[in-house]
């Protein structure tokens, strides 16, 4: 029984498998053909016409003539409502749609198409989204689960916390496909399962318990429905905007918080709306939910007086607009926004209704536009709390800028309107931006990191209207985007599970399919895209739509993506051709679209706003267009473009940049697909339009996704499941047996024939191109259909054939039954007939004739039953020839298993052994691990004293942007005023050549220059004032250099007292590395003799296990010998009991024959030989046994001796033992001491290269001071040379420039003009300086955003060198013409020379500057040669711990040397396995004997049948009549006797035999016992080499520990050597003992053998007697072979091969047991294996965060030193360019003092000519001083910033230095771990194929155990008929 929610979810696939319609599919060839209504029909294909067929529809019968090229395959129906459309084997267009079709109409409405969750929205609420549910798909795979939302979400979710990797899941569609819905559903299954507060007790069915912040994000989204949704034709809750909602989580899977992006928000609709359609569902919510205190507040009035609600009040059916407005509000609290706030923004909402409300009028006499009435706009100043005046004022006649003024136009009413409207539109679109960013910090108010998220994207899918616009195109192009962005990872899966599969395909990347028609929208330049096109359009003040589509169509016309439109222009301007199709635009105000501009006058009001929420909404004015550039003002406009041209951004640009952002996001995410369908527009439930579905999918992408799946190998079939269901078509293909399903398909497809393009074979599966498994499939059940034809053909063959059989012997039957009806008829009526009926019963003779009859009868049935013996003997010879073959061949299997089992347990030995290392190697690598978890944390708190370093430093270089950033504020402000200035200049200009030609202007002008020569006047004193100044800065700097003179004669006093100390360390480090050299000396010595020790206790370990060995060896064949002589002893009881038992049957075979045969002498002759044979066969028999019992005796004697001596042994290597450990405790205990002395010499020699390091540092601090005073006073000294000679040259240079300044007048006019270039040159810098700023304000990385930074000031600081030096030309030009023009030159002559001195000595103070940083190189080239000795040391370290390594090679070796031992206790477990082989050979020899019992009974049979013979002779002889009963009674009697007895020697001869197979089974039993007990040594001897490797490995990690203390216990080292040579001479002397006991041990072993090889002589003499003695029975036996054997018999043979059965069954129990406890252990290893396995894997998961932390702390190092670097690359950078400015402000200042005097001299000669031009230098003039004050300050700033980096830059060196030696040593550490790590993977791996191995040859013995066993059982039968045939 299905529930409703299985119904919606697994559907019913019933018809899947039904063969009917699998027969139609098959016969009919169906296929779908394109109809009108329906999309795609189906039909039949009945004829073919070369391009064409006729094809009959099925639905109506029609027959239809169509093209090849349109007809698209049918797939089977296995395919129907297949849950992932990918799998189809047809990928056509009709086929996706009718698996959507057909799960739809059974209510499911989600489907996979590869990547894509495909939904198809049902119009109707389905019970598949409750909470049972979301625990169905919670933590489950995708393919396990029907498709559903929740499987997508589970599977983002699961892989965000297995792989740490972003996830996103992209809902994309119509409006009304079911975007938002779905978005809710996956935010609710997300708060189930990944809340952190869980209740206990849920609040209902659907509804859910989550924390605060779970609410939160639930509650968010009625928000944004409310503000953002409003009711369309298709939808009646149409989300108008797009959202990127993104769920941040913590590392354990919580909520942590969100953010919501917002995209594209349709900010028309709050104006007009179209029929039948509402605004946003605010306006409505308020309108009828608030309040009367709300209603007045809000100044709220009747639907029908909003100009902006178009329709009025339209209803949504099943909403009451009452309530919603409630669950706003609830959710505005559970957001926690404050009233106020909530009240601020329904403000702004009914201000937007109520600025709808203005109306406009005409003015009669001009075109001006009036406010008649303004109630509207007074309510909407109360409610933007503004100025109703100014308001009015600001509409109707605004304040427009017209070059550099502001004039009030006044607007027309068309302008008015479209002002408000757009003021309407502006302050909605703030509102709800504001609301996002609101919502967003309720979002974000936890503490907790998160360390992933889940983004959800929920945004418009690919629109194609009759009149699309730019709203269509941005929607486009961001489907474009999206669906590259499907491509690329669908190409980047593909790729992944071809390589995975080893599948050799050309790769594409289906995202470079769509990057034209990108490049089209949005490339930048070359040829630049639309969106750029626009743009540029928007800065030209004439520009229209039409020139912009002109512009559109002349760079983007030959475009492959691009064509002209086809319809008439009044439709369409262009057309592009997308993915999903060509899409027409009209470009139809597109310009005001994209600059959206706004009333400045009004925006400056709302910014002014004494209401705190409206000023807020308005903050940032900087990005309004204003209406001026909207005017199309002519030539003034120009001009404003200029200055505003980098402070607005377009629509465009903006949606372009978030766009970029967003797809940034999503590319580093791991994306999820999902696409949403309407099915009708009629919101129907069960209704789907077939065209409207293809549409969908074509602009969804779906069929591009399905078009990459057809260019590759969609259908995948696992090798298995390909095989089972098409193996049918190649019957004799795949070889009978086991074969891999690789090789099968391989062989499959070979026998297909199939084209070597159409199919790939891959690792696990094939995989064919589209439309082959249908073709398959086809083949297939022609196949099926054939062969059930074929098959009922025979059952009815048979059928027929039983029927006329019984038919025939029916018929014979009635035949048989009428001849005796007929005979009998005759003989009724006959007298004699009835007489001879009468009489025949009673005569006697009669009677005879019956018993005579009878007893035929039993002869005849005696004889029958013998045939069948007979039969049944010659089958069970063939069988028996069978067997013996078949037990050759299992010896020979037994043999190779055996050898296999040893392999087996050696393997199992090694494993152990592994097993116990590798727990070794885990108790180091533990204690390791919490050292190095220490160090970690040592170096987490250095690292956080780094990071504070870091955050320090930050912030000071963000003091040092804002700074730079104040500065270039000032700086723009100046060039702004330098614009103007120039401007002003080229005024001048013209007015200067219209002077000439007007005298009247002239005049006034003079009037107004006479004005200016005052102000200049006034200027050139404050000048003065500067002068006066500059010279009290020059004694300032006077007396700072008599300061630091002082200050370095005090460093040169320090600097020698520092030397002479350094001398004296320096010696004191001589001596201690004089006695480090000896004591490492004494170390090295020392070692040596410590290895010498350990090698010999070595050798005399290797010695004594040796011994032990041998000893072992000695018992386990003495223990062999006494179970042999126990088994002879066994074996001649057995004999004897043989004897006894033959010498009776002897005796009654004698009484029996003198009874029967006492006639014939022969007989008597044969009866005394007999007796002569059997006398002689017991006295062998004695004189055996006696012979026997001597060698037991003398076996006996010898063992005892043999036992007595190896104990002997035995107690002598004990002691010797005892001896060697005694030594070795003396030996450690030396050891720990020495190492002891080591330590504190490290210690010591540490502390005393510390305190060297400390010195050396303060020497060399002071000797860089000192230096720096000497190079400061040689600089002082060059200084005063240089001026002196600077004098003298500038002389010289004075005279030339008199001569110059003739040239140079002539030159004023061309350089005027370069002036200029150079002035738009210098605008141009300064926009690129402005860009380049804001870009670094985005940039995200610290060091990038410093470096380009810096870049940036080092180009503004040449960019004003190039400035000054432009202005410095133009200064000197104008010198050269004053001086021309005046008189008085030589007075400025005198003030140049000034300048020129003060110049030159700022020079030299420069040149001081740049040796003293000189000097800084220096000194850090030093500090780098202590960095390389470090080094030194550092490499000297590592040579020590390379040493170590080799001590711990050499360890490895001790344990190499141990394993050798374990392979030779192998080789003696193999010994032991060869001696068990010997055994079963007995049993073999005993089997042998068997067969000549076999051959005893054959000629028994024989004489059986000659007896019989002699029977039928006598039968013959007497007369019939004449016999007499007595006699043939007596023969009977006589005849029973002889069967018993005969029966009495069968049983004997069983009970023998039984004997025989108990001897075999205790021959099995202790092969058994012996291989337990050799096992149990093995284990004993592992044992105890592992708890002498873990004593080694504790020795030698003892010995590496104190190895430091070593050094200390020198002399003491000397006495102990003596002693220990001394116990080592000792120990020789015990070693020489054990050897000659070892030699003396292997003399008696090989006594010993050759006692063996004697004892195995005699018992072949003593088998050979034991044939002889058979062979004498068998002769005995042929002789009595003369009756005959009765039912008995058979009977009694059955019962005794019951009795062997149940023995054997027993016995297979037993085995079976034994299997059973193997199996147990074999599991118990596997569970140990697993553990350890476990354990390992933790280790390296421990090991790769230890590595993925070294690695973190690597990267923190390599950033601080590159951080570092940069720094002192830019401190370089800073004090060059320090230096260059400093000499162009010296350069300046004289260039002022020079133009100073000037001015003064030549104010009265050049008052009527150049006025103008004075002007305009003085103001440039003191632009300059400003500019050269601010760069004054700024260089003061950048020198205390110099010193302060430089201080931290010294600490930040020390810091990294520390570091480095710590990452080196934690890289060593990682190295010697990871190495062992693959050491013990290696180990691992090969124990994990050990265990394969052994476990297979465990299967292996079972199977052949089981044979043995059947076979066993065989022979068991066997030898129960052999008896029952003996007897």
Request: hydrophobic share 35%; with cysteine.
């Amino acid at each position: 029984t299905m529930t409703d929610a299985d119904m919606f979810l697994y559907g019913d696939r019933s018809g899947m498998n039904n063969p009917m319609a699998q027969a139609d599919w098959a016969t009919k060839k169906l296929v779908w053909v394109p109809s009108e209504k329906l999309g795609f029909e189906a039909g039949s294909i009945k004829e073919e016409h070369g391009d064409e067929c006729v094809v009959e529809l099925t639905d109506s019968g029609k027959k239809v003539k169509i093209n090849k090229d349109d007809i698209q395959k049918m797939n089977p129906p296995k395919f129907s409502k297949v849950e992932d459309m990918a799998e189809l084997t047809c990928l056509n267009e009709a086929s996706v749609l009718h698996n959507l079709k057909e799960r739809y109409y059974s209510g499911l409405i989600y489907t996979y198409s590869g990547l894509f969750c495909v939904v198809v929205n049902p119009y109707k609420y389905l019970p598949i989204y409750t909470e049972e549910i979301v625990n169905m798909y919670k933590g489950k795979k995708r393919h396990e689960m029907p498709p559903h939302i929740y499987a997508i979400t589970d599977t983002a979710y699961r892989s965000m916390m297995q792989d740490r990797e972003d996830q996103s899941i992209l809902c994309t569609g119509e409006s009304g496909a079911g975007k938002t819905e779905n978005t809710k559903k996956v935010i609710q299954y997300l708060a189930h399962v990944a809340s952190s507060f869980k209740s206990k007790k849920d609040q209902g069915n659907a509804v859910f318990s989550h924390g605060e912040l779970e609410k939160q994000l639930l509650q968010a989204n009625p928000i944004l429905e409310a503000f953002g949704n409003a009711k369309t034709v298709k939808n009646d809750n149409s989300s108008r905007f797009g959202k990127f909602i993104r769920i941040n989580f913590d590392v354990n899977g919580y909520i942590v918080g969100a953010n919501i992006e917002t995209y594209l928000l349709e900010k028309s609709r709050a104006i007009r709306q179209a029929k039948e359609e509402r605004s946003f569902h605010i306006f409505y919510y308020m309108l009828t939910g608030a309040g009367d205190k709300l209603r007045s507040e809000l100044c709220l009035e009747d639907y029908s007086k909003y100009r902006f609600l178009s329709n009025g009040n339209v209803k949504i059916p099943g909403q009451q607009d009452k309530d919603m407005f409630t669950e706003t509000m609830d959710a505005f609290q559970i957001m926690s926004i404050p009233e106020e706030e909530i009240t601020g923004l329904l403000k702004v909402v009914s201000a937007v209704l109520q600025l709808g409300n203005m109306t406009f009028k005409k003015e009669r006499n001009s075109d001006q536009a009036s406010m008649p009435d303004d109630t509207a706009a007074q309510k909407v100043c109360h409610l933007l709390s503004i100025n109703v005046t100014d308001f009015t004022r600001a509409i109707l006649s605004p304040r427009i800028k017209v070059g550099r003024d502001y004039v009030q136009k006044a607007q027309t009413q068309e302008q008015a309107e479209f002002a408000v409207e757009a003021l309407a539109k502006a302050s909605y679109e703030r509102m709800f931006r504001w609301l996002v960013l609101r919502i967003n910090k309720a979002l974000d108010k936890t503490k907790r990191q998160g360390a992933s998220f889940i983004g959800i994207l929920d945004i418009a899918g690919f629109e194609i209207f009759e009149l699309n616009s730019f709203e269509q195109l941005c929607i486009n192009y961001t489907n474009e985007k999206l669906q590259q962005l499907f491509n690329h990872t669908m190409f980047i899966l593909e790729q992944e599970e071809y390589q995975r599969e080893g599948i050799e395909w050309s790769f594409i990347d289906f995202g470079l399919d769509l990057q034209p028609c990108i490049d089209l929208i949005e490339k930048p330049a070359g040829p630049p895209g639309i969106l750029a096109l626009l743009d540029e359009e928007c800065w030209f003040p004439k520009a229209t739509d039409k020139s912009f589509v002109e512009k559109v169509v002349q760079e983007q016309g030959t475009h492959p993506k691009f064509q002209k439109p086809k319809k008439l222009k009044d439709d369409a301007d262009f057309c592009i051709i997308h993915y999903a199709g060509k899409v027409d635009y009209k470009a139809d105000n597109w310009l005001l679209k994209n600059m959206d501009p706004l009333n400045e006058c009004v925006a400056t009001l709302l910014n002014q706003s004494t209401d705190k929420f409206t000023a807020d909404l308005w903050r940032d004015m900087d990005r309004i267009v204003g209406l001026d550039k909207v005017a199309g003002m002519s030539d003034s406009m120009h001009g404003a473009f200029k200055t505003r041209k980098g402070m607005f951004r377009t629509v465009g640009q903006l949606y372009k940049e978030q766009l970029g952002n967003l797809m940034a996001t999503l590319r580093n995410t791991n994306p999820n697909f999902v696409r949403c369908i309407i099915p009708n527009h009629e919101k129907k439930a069960g209704k789907l339009e077939s065209h409207l579905v293809l549409d969908q999918l074509r602009c969804n992408g779906v069929l591009e996704g399905i078009r990459i799946c057809r260019q590759g190998f969609p259908n995948r079939i696992v090798f298995q499941e390909f095989r089972q269901r098409y193996e049918i078509l190649t019957p004799n293909s795949i070889p009978k047996g086991f074969m891999d399903g690789k090789q099968a398909c391989v062989l499959m497809i070979k026998a297909l024939e199939l084209d070597p393009n159409l199919y790939r074979i891959g690792q696990s599966k094939v995989f064919f191109r589209a439309g082959v498994l249908a073709h398959l499939e086809e083949e297939r059940d022609m196949k099926i259909t054939d062969v059930i034809i074929s098959f009922q053909a025979w059952c009815r063959g048979y059928v027929a054939r039983k029927a006329f059989t019984k038919r025939q012997q029916q018929l014979t039957a009635m035949k048989v039954i009428q001849r005796n009806c007929a005979a009998y008829l005759k003989l009724r009526n006959w007298q004699w007939w009835r007489l001879f009926t009468k009489v025949k019963p009673l005569l006697q003779v009669t009677r005879q004739e019956e018993e005579m009859v009878a007893k035929e009868e039993e002869l005849v049935k005696v004889k029958e039953r013998q045939l069948q013996t007979e039969e049944q003997l010659k089958e069970y010879e063939t069988k028996h020839q069978q067997l013996t073959a078949e037990k050759l061949a299992l010896q020979e299997q037994l043999q190779a298993e055996t050898e296999l089992c040893a392999e087996a347990e050696e393997m199992r030995a090694r494993l152990a052994t592994r097993k116990q290392e590798l727990e070794e190697i885990l108790h180091d690598l533990e204690s390791r691990l919490e050292e190095e978890e220490e160090r970690v944390t040592q170096m987490q708190t250095e690292r956080k004293k780094m990071q504070q370093n870091i955050t320090d430093l930050e912030q000071q270089l963000d003091e040092e942007e804002a700074a730079r950033q104040k500065l270039q504020m000032e700086k723009v402000t100046t060039d702004a005023k330098l614009k103007k200035l120039e401007e002003d200049v080229m005024v001048l200009d013209d007015q200067n050549s219209k002077l000439n030609k007007e005298k009247k202007q002239l005049e006034e002008r003079i009037s107004e220059f006479t004005t200016n020569l005052a102000e200049e006047e006034e200027k050139s004193k404050s000048l003065q004032k500067l002068k006066n100044k500059h010279e009290a800065m020059i004694t300032d700097l006077e007396d700072r250099l008599r300061k630091e003179e002082k200050v370095r004669q005090e460093l040169e006093k320090n600097r020698r007292k520092l030397e002479g100390d350094s001398t004296e360390l320096h010696d004191q480090i001589a001596d201690l590395q004089a006695q480090i050299a000896d004591l490492r000396a004494q170390l090295a010595k020392k070692e040596e003799e410590l290895h010498a020790a350990l090698a010999r206790i070595e050798q005399e370990a290797a010695a004594k296990n040796s011994a032990q060995k041998k000893i072992r060896e000695l018992e386990a064949q003495i223990s062999e010998l006494q179970e042999d002589l126990e088994l002879e002893r066994q074996a001649r009881t057995k004999a004897e009991k043989h004897r006894r038992d033959l010498g009776e049957e002897l005796e009654a075979l004698k009484t029996e024959l003198e009874d029967t045969l006492d006639s014939t002498a022969a007989q008597q002759e044969l009866r005394s030989k007999r007796e002569m044979e059997v006398t002689q066969l017991k006295k062998n028999l004695e004189e055996e046994a006696k012979i026997h019992e001597q060698q037991m005796a003398d076996m006996r004697q010898k063992h005892n001796q043999a036992f007595e001596e190896l104990n002997e042994q035995l107690e002598q290597a004990k002691r010797n033992k005892v001896s060697v450990e005694k030594a070795k405790q003396a030996l450690e205990s030396e050891w720990n001491e020495l190492q002891i002395e080591m330590k504190t010499l490290t210690q010591g020699k540490g502390e005393s290269e510390h305190r060297r390091k400390k010195a050396e540092a303060q020497v060399q601090e002071l000797q860089v001071k000192y230096g720096e005073s000497e190079r400061q006073r040689q600089e002082v000294a060059n200084k005063m040379a240089k001026i002196q000679l600077e004098l003298d040259n500038v002389n010289s240079l004075l005279s030339q420039a008199e001569g110059k300044n003739i040239k140079t007048s002539k030159d004023l006019s061309s350089t005027e003009s370069q002036l200029q270039d150079a002035q738009k040159l210098l605008q141009e810098e300064t926009r690129q300086k402005l860009a380049l700023s804001t870009r670094l304000k985005q940039l995200e990385d610290e060091q990038n955003s410093l470096r380009e930074m810096l870049e940036e000031e080092e180009e503004g600081k040449k960019n004003l060198e190039k400035q000054v030096s432009t202005l410095q030309a133009q200064l000197a030009e104008m010198k050269k013409k004053l001086e021309h023009e005046a008189s008085s030159v030589e007075g400025a002559e005198e003030g140049r020379k000034r300048s020129q001195r003060e110049l030159e000595s700022i020079t030299q103070q420069l040149e001081e500057k740049t040796t003293a940083y000189d000097k800084l190189d220096k000194t850090k080239t030093r500090l780098q040669q202590e960095l390389d000795d470090l080094i030194v040391d550092q490499d000297h370290l590592r040579q020590i711990v390379s040493s170590l390594e080799k001590k711990q090679k050499k360890f490895d070796q001790m344990l190499a040397e141990e394993k050798t031992i374990s392979t030779q206790y192998a080789e003696e477990r193999d010994k032991a396995e060869a001696e068990a082989r010997e055994k079963e050979t007995r049993a073999l020899t005993l089997a042998r004997e068997l067969e000549t019992m076999t051959d005893l009974k054959d000629e028994l049979d024989r004489a059986n049948k000659l007896l019989k013979a002699e029977m039928e002779d006598l039968v013959s002889s007497k007369d019939d009549v004449g016999k007499s009963v007595h006699e043939l009674e007596k023969s009977k009697r006589a005849m029973e006797q002889q069967l018993e007895e005969m029966k009495v020697q069968l049983e004997e001869l069983e009970d023998e035999l039984q004997a025989t197979e108990d001897a075999k089974l205790r021959l099995e039993v202790n092969m058994q016992a012996m291989k337990a007990q050799f096992d149990r040594d093995l284990q004993a001897r592992d044992e105890q080499g592992e708890e002498r490797r873990k004593q080694l490995v504790k020795q030698v990690r003892e010995m590496e520990v104190e190895l430091e203390d070593e050094r200390r216990q020198r002399s003491q080292a000397l006495s102990s050597k003596k002693k220990l040579e001394m116990d080592l001479a000792e120990l020789a002397l015990q070693i020489d003992a054990a050897n000659k006991g070892r030699d003396e041990a292997l003399k008696q072993l090989k006594k010993l053998q050759a006692q063996m090889k004697d004892l195995m002589r005699e018992l072949d003499e003593l088998r050979l007697s034991r044939e002889e003695a058979i062979n004498g029975a068998k002769e005995t036996e042929k002789k009595l072979k003369a009756m005959e054997a009765d039912a008995l018999h058979f009977q009694e043979d059955l019962a005794t091969a019951e009795r062997v059965k149940k023995q054997v069954q027993t016995e297979r129990d037993e085995l079976q047991d034994e299997i059973n406890s193997t199996n147990t252990k074999n599991s118990l290893l596997a569970d140990e294996k697993r553990r350890l396995e476990a354990r390992i894997t933790k280790l390296e998961e421990e090991l790769e965060e230890e590595q993925l932390n070294t690695e973190m702390v690597n990267d923190r190092l390599k950033r601080t030193t590159l951080q570092t670097e940069q720094l002192t690359t830019e401190l370089a950078a800073e004090r060059s360019s320090s230096q260059r400015l400093e000499g162009a402000r010296s350069q300046l200042e004289r260039q002022n003092k020079e133009l100073k005097l000037k001015l003064q001299e030549l104010e009265g000669i050049i008052k009527s000519k150049n006025k103008s031009s004075i002007t305009t230098l003085e103001a440039k003039i003191a632009q300059l001083e400003e500019q050269l004050d601010i760069e004054s300050k700024e260089r003061q700033q950048s020198s205390r910033l110099a010193k302060r980096t430089e201080k931290k830059l010294k600490e930040v060196m020390l810091q990294v230095d520390d570091e480095r030696r710590n990452t080196e040593q934690y890289k060593d550490q990682a190295e010697k771990t990871n190495t062992r790590m693959r050491q013990l993977k290696r180990q691992l791996e090969e124990a994990e194929e050990e265990a394969t191995r052994a476990n297979a040859f465990r299967r292996k013995l079972q199977r052949e155990l089981e044979d043995a066993t059947e076979s066993a059982d065989a022979m068991n039968r066997e030898v129960s008929t052999l008896k029952s045939k003996l007897r």
